[in-house]
């Protein structure tokens, strides 16, 4: 299954930008699909990248799930870091 599962953004993002995050991982085969979820366990999209619009510093913290034919891993959540 995949693993080394983890969110890539920019470090920083000024409020109210919009921000691409990308879901990278490691496997053998290599993973077929990505998921996005929010902090309560919504789905927020279905692929290997994820653009949040108008980020605060409320925005809830995000996380990406890889899926293969071995399995699936999660991201932990991830913070964006708004100045």
Do not use: M
Not at 10 to 18: A, G, P, Y
Not at 21 to 28: E, P, Q, R, V
Not at 72 to 79: I, L
């Amino acid at each position: 299954p995949p693993y080394n599962v983890h969110v890539q953004s920019k470090s920083q993002v000024k409020e109210n930008e919009s921000v691409d995050l990308t879901c990278s991982s490691d496997s053998n085969p290599p993973p077929d699909s990505f998921q996005w979820f929010g902090s309560t366990g919504s789905l927020l999209e279905n692929r290997s990248t994820y653009r949040l619009n108008h980020v605060t510093r409320y925005t809830e913290a995000i996380s990406c799930t890889a899926t293969n034919t071995e399995g699936k891993t999660s991201s932990g959540p991830q913070r964006i870091k708004v100045l």
